[in-house]
Each structure stands twice: as structure tokens, then as C-alpha cells.
């Protein structure tokens, strides 16, 4: 991150970013932007909070780039449709790693991904577009990682997975070696997935047993769309 960073988002994700950023890597993040609606009084963590319409007319991509620092919601598509937006108006989305993040040197890493300090990644292992992973998880040797994931503190994948995209890992949920996680799959916290998911199963206790609903009837019954 050379240049200048603008925060979309202004939630509890936005400010946990910014911190690492400003406090823990010495970066310099100089606005944060939203869509018009969410604006508020204008001001967060003492920076001026922009129109994501207009926000180029004073933060332009020729000399800021853009992170967008949204949450898990609609199992990361929000964020997902944010990055595209902001790539249409030309702003690069680079990734932020933390300065102790243990990450492998060489291990490739894809955009806008956010990487924590303390996280246990091994040699080997491949990260996509727009990956959450938080302190204490484990990502295991050649594993690899699609686009927009979640991946919460103490979430454990043993070596030689493979995980596709939006999907979202809780605290303490822990994927066996060698098993491959579908497309939007959610993995409740301590669960334990021993068995390959398909795309858009959902595994909320001890067993690796899917629910009989899929991912957007899960959302619906759940508290978990609210958050």
C-alpha cells in the first residue's frame, strides 16, 4: 500500500481496519467513504467520510487506492459488489497484510484481503480475492483459498483443502484435511467438517451432517443476516 488508502465502510469492521492500518502498520488511511445514505455526521476516527459517488472528485484513484472494509453480510457478496464498484471507477484494491502476520514470504495473495497479525498460514497454500482471516486461524499446507471469504479467529483448515468462493468459517470450526468446502458454504462455530461440502450447505453443530436447507433459507430463519 503506497498510496493514500479510503476506507469503504464506516461499521465495526471499517474501524478494526483502521486501526491495524494507522496504529499498527503506520499506513495512512485519509478518508472513509459509503454509499450517501449511511454518510451520518460526516466524520469518522477524525477523517471525513465521502459520497462513494463522487468520492473520486476528492480522493481520485490516480492518487489514493481503495479498502473495502465490510463485514461477512449476504455471505460477502455486499463487499464483493463494492470491490467491483470501486474497481469501475479505477481505484486499486490492494491487500493488507499485517507487519506480524506470519504469512509465508512468496505466498501468492489476491486483492483486497485482509490478513491479521498471529494468524498460522503454511508454506504452500494459495489466497484468493477478498479474504478475511483473522488472528488464531489456521490454514494448513496446500491449501487453497477462493474469493470472498471469512475466516474468524481460531477457525482451523488442515493442509490440502481447497475452499470456493463466500464462504464463511466461525470461531473455532475446523475443516479435516484434504476435504473441499462448495461455493457460499457456512460452517458454524465448533463444527467439524470431515467430508466434503457441496455448494451453499450449511454445518452449525459437531457432526458433519448438513442441515436440509440451504444457504439463503438459513439466512432467512437465522439471526445471522442481521449482524
Known sequence: MSKPIVLFGTGKI????HHFMVHE????????TVDASFIGDGRKEGLPVVDFASVEEQFGPDTHDMFVALGYHEMNALRARKMAEAKAKGYALPSFIH?????PKGTPVGENCFIMRDVHIHPKVSIGNDVFVWSGAIIGHHSTLGNHLWITSGANIAGACTIGDHSFFAINSTISHGVTIGRRCFIGANALVTKDMADEQVIIA???KPLRLNTDQFLRMSAFSSI
Open 99 to 103: 507487519p506480524h502476520s506470519g504469512l
Open 206 to 208: 459437531q457432526n458433519d
Open 14 to 17: 471499517a474501524e478494526v481496519v
Open 25 to 32: 502498520a503506520g499506513l495512512t488511511v485519509a478518508a472513509f
